[in-house]
């Protein structure tokens, strides 16, 4: 017999060589008839492995990301064999579950695969899985391996294959196909309803530009036609909310080819949405108890050279500016810390000056390559909302939980209630990625893990996401159409100020170090915008659109009554603009809808004659007629209904 721990920690004993089907069916009919993948001990395993040891088991169906991962993985072995009816002569490579789906790198030789083949692939795929074959694994040793793949003329599979382990080498078959596979599938083919292939593209043999250029054929499957629709719908709802296509329609941002590529326009009603974040994000700072600080757009290369950025970030930063003087460089600056640490740097402090809060609207500079950038979620300027806090060990874990309570109120003045935090630790299989000492590194990971536990945060523990001279608190934000963003971050750092040398005089009237707190709740103005607006649909929060009333004369004639409707409301702070172009009135609301304006004031003769506006809400049509002093009233009335006050 066996005990396998189950998730809710209760144990159950079991025959030796049970599998996790078996487990399942043992639970509920229902559980065993929707389980599609399974981790025993944390490693992925599949549904009919036999469990032979005691161990925790893990069972996933498609709700769970692991079901998804191994329902999409398995859907791109049907895909190869797919390709392989059409293109016998095919040279099949990689094909790896993605975030929505997965995709299969394809050598077609002189062969071309287009959007017009797409239904055909997906008829084929679809017949074929309908044979309910079963996903088996089987080991193979590496000398047969290779004998089977140099047989078929394939050097992508022998490559793969060379650099793998005799011993660990395993194939997955299904009905006449066998691919090479580490594992995780679902029980068979037939679970596969839907298919949709979205997309080819070409890719470089393992992202090298230097190999040879493979069709990569994009798809996405679900275990019902119903669930393929509904991703489907979302996607067209993306595109409508795509931000990229909302800032140019709202005219907040633009790009230009003169001034470079990744380096983002604000235009005025951007500009001035950008300053209503930043301002908001001071208010609460100040309660907090930050100061704010300017430090330059570039510095000496020896500053970075110093913080540890020349080594890790050198390749990504743009070349370095030399100027007439002999051997004096300079970079533009990837990141605000170094400039913060001599900011420190500037006097000596004692424990009781700590905790230092500095921070910084800081605009920082990496050059992404241009295939990589997309909107303003990924540009080679952008701008951090960036704050650094120097701090005894002592006041660590309060300072720590201290910003975890600023960015849950960032997020919930923004509406952003779905979201995970992720613990992101060092990989401590690679200790080159990262400076400092094992000491510290398990100090600041415990901090981490401590403060999002005792904050009662929801949080996964990534490995390998950290930053190299820290771990960090990332928060995995979703959006209205469900998808997940990295927003806000904190990190704990004890190797900068061991590096800037910073110190504080303690109690004991001896020099220590001080900790540093890296954060950002926006992460960067940049991105934050475009999340917001892709979230929102650019219908932002009342106090943050960047027009809230427009106000539409029917003629000419009530422009003065106009003008002092505008006046009153403008004294009452409410941004408000006049649409006085000779168009029809119902052309002027059309306009004001796509323009998103959240208030519409009519005004002609009996709104002169009576003192009153007949107002239409965004959206939502005619909401009747107000006084001017009422309206005044209910905007207030809305506005503070979305402001959510900071308590420190």
Known sequence: MIKVTL???SIKEF?????????????SEGLARNIISASYNGLTIETTTALTSDGALVLHTFNDDEGKKAFWHSSAHVLAETILEFYPKAKLTIGPAI????????DLGDDVISEKDFQQIEKKFLELARGKHEFKMRSVSKADALSLYKEENNPYKVELIEGLTDGDITFCDHNNFTDLCRGGHIPN?????AIKIMNVAGAYW???EKNNQLTRLYGISFPKQKMLTEYLELLEEAKKRDHRKLGRELELFTFSQRVGAGLPLWLPKGAALRGRLEDFLKVAQKKAGYEMVMTPHIGQKELYVTSGHYEKYGEDSFQAIKTPKMDEEFLLKP??????????NFKPYSYKDLPKRFAEFGTVYRYEQSGELHGLTRVRGFTQDDAHIFCTPEQLDEEFKNVIDLVLYVFGSLGFEDFTAQVSIRDKNNPDKYIGDTKTWDIAENAIISAASDKGLKYVIEEGEAAFYGPKLDFMVKDALGR???LGTIQVDYNLPERFDLTYKGRDNQLHRPVMIHRAPFGSMERFIAVLLEHTGGNFPLWLMPEQVIILPISDKYQIYTEKVLHLLENSEIRALVDNRSEKT???????????????????EKEEKDGTVSVRRHGEGDKGTYSIKDFIALMNTEIEKTVIPFHN
Not at 101 to 106: K, P, R, S
Not at 189 to 193: A, M, Q
Not at 335 to 344: A, G
């Open 7 to 9: 998730p809710d920690g």
């Open 15 to 27: 025959e030796s060589n049970s599998t996790p089907f078996d487990v399942a069916r043992s639970i």
């Open 99 to 106: 975030e929505n789906g997965f995709y299969y790198d394809l």
């Open 189 to 193: 083919t037939g679970i596969i309803k």
């Open 206 to 208: 393992r992202g090298d």
């Open 335 to 344: 990141m605000n810390c170094p400039h913060h640490c001599e900011v420190y």
């Open 484 to 486: 997940s963003w990295q």
């Open 586 to 604: 119902g052309r002027k609301i059309r306009d004001a809808e796509v323009s998103k304006i959240p208030f519409m004031l009519i005004v002609g």
